[in-house]
């Protein structure tokens, strides 16, 4: 059964950082890219990161960019989201994906709350 | 940037009813077109990619078709555990969520 399980989520204040981690199970983490989705409260969906499968390339939302890193392990079957110089607007539920080999999302995890507020 | 937008933003209807939902596309996204369902409190769940192909474990009664900007998820006989938001995914040009549809039982 595949499984995806987000942490490192908090309150933080505007301007600090954060890293999030999601360990991923029941299937072969290093041989899919993986995404980072994220949903304001009260708002629809975004995706704002992928990584490819062997960290060769990476892509991010212009509302992230230059401010977010996507990353992974894959000898530890995680994957990252390190969060700098965050926002009120970067507060939402975090969520990675699993990416398939025809490019659509088939797993997602449950989510981990990010709160940004002074 | 491709804009989605889902219709209806809410809709009720009772248990055995059919039931359409719509995404509607800013431009022609060539079928890259992907629905999901959400619980409260849960994962995303995928239930249609590419338009109208069926994910593994999803009940037959979900289905999707469309072509171009239009396309639709259905519902034949509405059951008490489909109760979610479910919102749409377009993958022609990056990706682009719709705003969701929350079903509920009349």
């Known amino acids: 059964e595949v499984q995806l399980v987000e942490s490192g989520g908090g309150l933080v204040k505007p301007g600090s950082s954060l890293k999030l981690s999601c360990v991923a199970s029941g299937f072969t983490f290093s041989s899919y890219g993986m995404h980072w989705i994220r949903q304001a409260p009260k708002k629809g969906l975004e995706w704002i990161a992928l990584i490819y499968y062997d960290s060769s390339n990476k892509y991010y939302a212009d509302s992230v960019k230059g401010r977010f890193t996507i990353s992974r392990d894959n000898s530890k079957n995680t994957l990252y989201l390190e969060m700098n110089s965050l926002r009120s607007e970067d507060t939402a539920m975090y969520y990675c994906?699993?990416?398939?080999?025809?490019?659509?999302?088939?797993?997602w995890g449950q989510g981990v709350m990010v709160t940004v507020s002074s | 940037d491709i804009q989605m937008t889902q219709s209806p933003s809410f809709l009720s209807a009772s248990v055995g009813e059919r039931v359409t939902l719509s995404c509607r596309a800013s431009?022609?996204?060539?079928?890259?077109l992907d629905w999901y369902q959400q619980k409260l409190g849960e994962a995303p769940k995928l239930l249609i990619y590419?338009?109208?192909n069926l994910h593994t474990g999803i009940p037959s009664r979900f289905s999707g078709s469309g072509s171009g900007t239009d396309y639709t998820l259905t519902i034949s006989s509405l059951q008490p555990e489909d109760v979610a938001t479910y919102f749409c995914?377009?993958?022609?040009?990056?990706?682009?969520f719709g705003a969701g549809t929350k079903l509920e039982l009349k």
């Open positions: 431009q022609n996204i060539n079928k890259y």
């Open positions: 995914l377009q993958r022609n040009s990056w990706y682009t």
């Open positions: 590419n338009t109208n």
């Open positions: 994906a699993k990416w398939t080999d025809t490019y659509y999302f088939d797993y």
